[in-house]
Each structure stands twice: as C-alpha cells, then as structure tokens.
C-alpha cells in the first residue's frame, strides 16, 4: 500500500510539474486574444493588418506579447509591404519621445557619407583618412595610417580597436573623443585586414564629412537628410573639440527611425524625394565583413556580418540588416519579406557591465526571435 502511495504520490508530482512548465511556455490563446497593436500613428503612414499583408496575426501578437514583459522597450513599429501593421508603446514610450539612439548613429552616418559623394564633397571611398588631417601628418609613427580608405573605416576595418575590450579604451570612450585620437590610439591590426568594432573609426569619419563638405555634421546632417525626412533631433552630442558625434548620441523618436529606415527599402526615396542614392543603398547593406561583433548575443542572433556601418544578422531561414543601438535600439531591414521593425528602448545611458547588457540582449533577442519564427516564404 504505501508503494503504491509513493507511486501515486510520484505521478501527481510530475504531473502538477509538467501543468507549471505548460504554464511557463508562453501566452494563453486569450493572452494573445487580447493584445491590441492597432497603429496608431495612422496619420504618418499607409495602414493595414499583419493577416492583410500576409503576416501570421498570431505571431504579431505574441511579438508584441513578449514586447510587453521586457523592462525597457518604449516602443515598437513592424511595416510590411509599406504598410504600418503593428504599433504599440510600453513604459514611459509615446510616438514623440526622443532618447538617445546610441550606435544607430553609425548608420546615419554611413547615410551622410552616400550624400556627399553624391554632392561631390567626397570623390572616392578610396581616398585615405590622413588626406582629411594633414595637421597631423607628421605625427604619425605608424604608416599604416596613412593608407587607412574611408571604404575600410565604413567596413569597421580600419585598424583601430574596440574600445571596450581594454580599460584603457573604455576610459577613453567614456571621457570623450579628440581629433588627435587618431594619432594617439594605436591600431590592433593591418588596415583590411580584419574588422574589428571601433567607435572612433566612424567619429572620425563624420569629422572627415564635416571638414570634405564645409559644413558641421549637424548642419549637413539637417540639410539633406533630416528635413526631406521631417526630422528634427532633439539633442545631438559634440566632442571636446566641438565635432559633433559621428558614432553617437542623436535623440530621435521611434517614428523618426522609422522614416529614416524606410529609405533603405525603398531605395534611397522618401514620399518620391531620392534622399540617399540608390546605389548606396544597396552597397551599404552587403557583408564586406564577418564576426565584427564576438560576443554572444542569442540562439537566433548569429551569423554576424557588417556592410558599410550596418550590421548584417542570420535569424532562422532569413538574414536582415540591422542599425543597433546600446540599450536594444533598432532598426530592422528584412529586405527578403518587404518589412521593417523599429524598437525603441530605455538607452541605458552610461550603465553597462552585466545587468545592462543582460537587458539589451533581451531586447536584441526579441526580434531575432520574430524573425527566425516567420516561414520560410
């Protein structure tokens, strides 16, 4: 009798654990019933519905579920088919909050230097680095500085290191950039060599544009990105040199990297307006590098390749190009299926280390997720 007890005793225990595991696997259907994603900035965009736009609603809506559970997410925008699909805010996140877009920056920049080849600022992405700095042509020790291109500074393979990965460069990262870094921070390795993530590569590259051009980033920045685009940056960083940031610091809503995303689905155009050229649309969102990034992210976050200051990302049966931010900004280009996703997070400003990171993975992850879960078409 008391065998069969244990045995009875054991069965209800697996069973009681398998009911909380079932619980633990994901929403309820009436959890999901539930989300609302109806957009809501219907006057900025064409609109539609996942199902309309071939788009499994379910999926959408357990997005936008898992959305809900994260600590940081603002907000959240999916566009298929140049339609606005999906739309919600979570936390202290609205369509006009502007924070901190982080490294997204990088992208914008790599935007900026399309345009000035295109005015003529700029000739050729052959044209080397120290041609732009010929005040500090004799004090450079290295040679191989003088045949850094701006086509290896747009690749991330310039030479010049992650900073993060010393404590000497972390330092230098956090106290703020000078022009005369470029002399002072040695290279880790051969300029084309190997790609390696760098922030002053990019910083010096808008210092290049603003010096080619005649004009601050900012300005240029404004002129011929930002207003056809209808966008005006709350705040935007500037060294201890005045150079405003190249690889950081713009505050925009999520709606303003939604517009600015979309350029790079459609072509470089805007509402009919060629704001970035075509071509350099497409020569920016190729892999002309691979593992930049070496830190694991998550289980649909690999593959890792990076274009000209884009990121490049394989999530189950597609890959889609990516402007990343700290905190889990995003901009999402899945070219294959005609759709952009936007997050916008808490920027986590200044905190890093293990929790921060932990959050921003989260984050990451949250559309990896989405995008390896979408069929294969």
């Not at 959240?76 to 202290?92: H, M, Q, T």
């Not at 909050?97 to 914008?108: D, F, G, R």
């Not at 900026?112 to 004799?138: W, Y």
């Not at 070219?335 to 929790?355: K, R, T």
Request: charged share 20%; net charge negative.
């Amino acid at each position: 009798m008391k065998k069969q007890l244990h045995i009875l005793f054991q069965f209800a225990s697996m069973i009681m654990i398998l009911s909380m595991m079932a619980g633990c696997g994901g929403p309820s259907a009436e959890e999901l019933a539930a989300i609302d994603y109806t957009p809501v900035t219907q006057e900025l965009w064409p609109v539609s519905t996942p199902e309309e736009q071939g788009l499994a609603p379910e999926l959408v809506a357990e997005l936008y579920y898992n959305a809900s559970q994260l600590e940081t997410v603002y907000s959240l925008l999916v566009f298929k088919n140049g339609y606005l699909v999906a739309e919600d805010y979570f936390n202290i996140g609205a369509p006009d909050l502007q924070v901190n877009i982080h490294s997204v920056t990088k992208s914008i920049t790599s935007a900026l230097v399309g345009i000035a080849l295109e005015e003529g600022c700029l000739t050729s992405l052959d044209q080397k680095m120290m041609e732009f700095f010929p005040e500090f042509t004799d004090r450079i020790s290295d040679p191989r500085k003088n045949q850094i291109t701006l086509r290896q500074m747009l690749q991330m393979r310039a030479g010049y290191p992650w900073e993060e990965a010393t404590a000497e460069g972390t330092e230098l990262l956090y106290s703020g950039f000078r022009t005369s870094n470029l002399v002072d921070v040695p290279l880790a390795y051969d300029p084309g060599s190997d790609s390696a993530y760098s922030n002053l590569t990019p910083h010096l590259l808008g210092i290049i544009l603003t010096r080619a051009c005649n004009m601050d980033l900012k300005s240029f920045a404004q002129e011929h990105l930002f207003d056809p685009l209808g966008i005006e940056p709350a705040f935007w960083q500037v060294d201890w040199d005045g150079n405003y940031l190249g690889f950081s610091d713009i505050d925009l809503s999520s709606t303003d990297l939604a517009k600015f995303g979309s350029l790079y689905l459609n072509d470089g155009q805007y509402n009919g307006i060629q704001v970035i050229p075509a071509q350099w649309v497409h020569d920016s969102l190729q892999i002309y590098s691979k593992n930049t990034w070496t830190v694991p992210v998550g289980r649909n976050w690999g593959d890792n390749g990076y274009g000209y200051l884009w990121w490049s990302i394989r999530a189950g049966d597609y890959r889609y190009n990516l402007a990343w931010g700290h905190g889990g900004q995003q901009i999402v280009i899945l070219d294959d299926l005609d759709m952009m996703i936007v997050l916008l997070a808490d920027p986590l400003h200044l905190q890093h280390g293990d929790g921060p990171w932990r959050i921003e993975k989260s984050n990451l992850n949250l559309v990896a997720d989405f995008v390896a879960s979408l069929p294969a078409e």
